[in-house]
Every structure is written in C-alpha cells, then in structure tokens.
C-alpha cells in the first residue's frame, strides 16, 4: 500500500511563476521528509528536507511546507526555470526505525519558457 | 562528492538468463540499497543492506537476491530474468543515520 502519494502525474508552469508541487503521506510515524529532482536517464538527486519539529526549510529558491495533522507536505519553486523541469519525487521515513525512503510516484514538472 | 557508480547504462538479457547488476560507492557508507522505478509507480525498494554480509528485503523482493562481501560493493542479482523485470534500476548509498540517499546513474534492464 501507497504510503507517500504524489496524486499529480505532471504539473505545467510558466517561466517565473511559482511551482507547487503536493505530497501526502499516511503513515503517521515519519518524521524526516525528503525532496528529490530527477532528469531523464539519470539517478534523483537530493533537493530539499524537512524534519517533523519543523513547518518549513528553505534553500534558495525552493521551500518546503509541512502540516503534520494534514499529513501533507508541498514544495514550492519560486521563480520557476526551464531548467526545473524535471520529475520530483517526495520521499518520507522514520528516522529511528530504520534506513530506506519510503517514495512517492512522482510529479513530472515541465516549466515553459 | 559522493559517488555512486553502476556498472551499466544500459543492459540486454534474455529471458531466463542470471543477471548481476553490480554498484560502488566511494564514501565508506554503512547504508546500501536498490530500488527500481518504473512509469506510474515511482521508485520501489528491492532490498537494502546496512552492513557488509547483511540484508533486509524491501517492498518488492521477489525474483532477487543481493549480495554485499564488502562496504562498497553491493550487488543484485536476477537468478532467472523475466520480462516483467524490465525496468531501470538504481542503487543509492547512505552513512549511517543519514536518512539522504545519493544515487547512481541507473541501469535501464531490457529483458526480451
């Protein structure tokens, strides 16, 4: 069973505009979530994290939201470049039950000129 | 930088053939997996390993086994390739408690 959902296949956004892309998770015992970007025929590369005792990080132009009881987080690019075109995937776990990531399906993100 | 290192890019098998997909990393980390992504169903764990000669099934093992003698290399293995095993493969590293995984390149497997 699905714990991390990404329920947008593909997202368009035009150049400059913010990008948000939304994840929700079931399993209430994560407590460390993960961003990754993907380009085609290439592995994910680490993007942005949040903790649980947090509700927001942000690096540069992306920031991840948190809302624990909604059991939902969201990233947002702002603003948006061609070159963030790629897919996002959100990834969740436990930090003190154990080692793998716990992945999403994936947002294909295309951002047009 | 970490570097995580998959033998292939690209792979051809037929069916019934043994495959071994082998990967290196080069940051002395403890943590080892692989995962395979497939269109609509994102990434899955195969199997993962946190120490040099253990293992830990993930969520989809059937049809693999692993293999890890030593703290860079970590290995999987098709024992009998089918055609529902096509896919890209991708092996990731982590240290210790860290829960950031770096990534390899991948392994796009075709089994005809």
């Known amino acids: 069973d699905q714990q991390v959902k990404q329920n947008s296949p593909s997202l368009s956004v035009q150049e400059g505009r913010i990008s948000i892309l939304n994840c929700d998770y079931t399993?209430?015992?994560?407590?460390?979530f993960l961003w990754y970007k993907k380009y085609p025929a290439e592995g994910p590369t680490f993007l942005i994290s949040?903790?649980?005792?947090?509700d927001k990080n942000e690096d540069g132009r992306f920031t991840v939201f948190l809302n624990k009881s909604a059991k939902h987080l969201s990233l947002h690019i702002v603003p948006s470049q061609p070159g963030d075109s790629a897919v996002y995937f959100c990834?969740?776990?436990?930090?003190?039950?154990?080692?793998?990531?716990?992945f999403g399906k994936g947002t294909s993100l295309l951002v047009t000129p | 930088d970490v570097k995580v290192t998959q033998s292939s890019r690209y792979l051809v098998k037929r069916t019934g053939e043994k495959v071994f997909l082998e990967c290196v990393q080069d940051?002395?980390?403890?943590?080892m997996f692989w995962y395979r992504q497939d269109p609509g169903l994102g990434l899955r764990l195969i199997y993962f390993?946190?120490?040099?000669?253990?293992?830990e099934k993930g969520d989809i093992p059937e049809g693999y086994s692993v293999s890890r003698e030593k703290k860079e290399r970590f290995s999987l293995i098709l024992e009998s390739a089918s055609t529902n095993q096509t896919s890209m493969y991708l092996c990731?590293?982590?240290?210790?408690?860290?829960?950031?995984?770096?990534f390899g390149s991948g392994t796009q497997l075709s089994v005809l």
């Open positions: 990731a590293s982590s240290l210790g408690q860290d829960e950031k995984l770096f």
């Open positions: 399993n209430s015992m994560f407590d460390y």
């Open positions: 949040i903790s649980s005792i947090k």
């Open positions: 990834a969740a776990t436990n930090s003190n039950s154990g080692y793998a990531l716990n």
């Open positions: 940051m002395d980390h403890e943590n």
């Open positions: 390993s946190y120490d040099v000669k253990m293992k």
